[in-house]
């Protein structure tokens, strides 16, 4: 069983950033990959970003060049800088663990392949 629990989100000016928290417990969190997804209002549950247990990383294109996705396996937390936002990121932020990941370099982006979620934290850019 693994707990996710996000924070760091809120109302920013469009060209802002922000840095949003994620804060494991429960497994061996150094281990496993973790993701990043993002809902807006009426749309599917997206991919934003992953990084593997040893820091491989990947991002949607939507993001690259924007957000950083990064992992303090001392504290269980992951963390995604986001900055330039704009309005269409937009959405509640989740993250998410996928436990079948372990000690590989693989990093999925698809909701299905994640077996435990946050309970999400809402970005809000202003135009």
């Known amino acids: 069983q693994v707990q996710l629990v996000e924070s760091g989100g809120g109302l920013v000016q469009a060209g802002g950033s922000l840095r949003l928290s994620c804060a494991a417990s429960?497994?061996?969190?150094?281990?496993?990959?973790m993701g990043w997804f993002r809902q807006a209002p009426g749309k599917e549950r997206e991919f934003v970003a992953a990084i593997t247990w040893s820091g491989y990383t990947s991002y949607a294109d939507s993001v690259k060049g924007r957000f950083t996705i990064s992992r303090y396996n001392a504290k269980n937390t992951v963390y995604l800088q986001m900055n330039s936002l704009k309005p269409e990121d937009t959405a509640v932020y989740y993250c998410a663990a996928d436990l079948q990941s372990q000690l590989t370099m693989v990093l999925r982006t698809t909701t299905d392949d994640y077996d435990y979620w946050g309970q999400g934290t809402q970005v809000t850019v202003s135009s």
């Open positions: 429960g497994r061996t969190f150094s281990n496993y990959a």
